[in-house]
């Protein structure tokens, strides 16, 4: 049981990408899902989440109104819009999963993926 994410490439600062991650074995419309990103020599770190129950959590605060999570139950897939991007989001972006209620630590995730790369550089 894991993720494939997605969508990760070198852009622009300003510029936007969206992150895709696609459950192998399970199905994300009673599950938390969050992204987390990880830069180099930093810890792994949860950007934002949302829950079974469809309730929203954002975990690093400069990101509200930049980064949007979205879920698509028909394609079994969880989105992550990324807007306005900065060089400070260069990161391995990934994608865990627990059961129900979001979580802030990637302790608690049960399930990931292999993670994908996006660099913000000019």
């Known amino acids: 049981l894991q993720f494939v994410e997605s969508g990760g490439d070198s852009v622009q600062p300003g510029e936007s990408l969206r992150l895709s991650c696609s459950p192998s074995g399970f199905t994300v419309d009673s599950t938390a899902v969050a992204w987390f990103r990880q830069a180099p020599g930093k810890e792994r770190e949860a950007v934002i989440c949302i829950s079974g129950y469809g309730e929203y959590t954002t975990y690093v605060d400069p990101l509200k109104g930049r980064f949007a999570i979205s879920r698509d139950n028909a394609k079994n897939t969880v989105y992550l819009q990324m807007n306005n991007l900065e060089p400070e989001d260069t990161a391995v972006y990934y994608c865990?999963?627990?059961?129900?209620?979001?979580?802030?630590?990637?302790?608690?995730?049960?399930?990931w993926g292999q993670g994908t790369q996006v660099t913000v550089s000019s």
């Open positions: 865990g999963a627990r059961a129900y209620v979001c979580l802030p630590s990637w302790h608690e995730y049960d399930y």
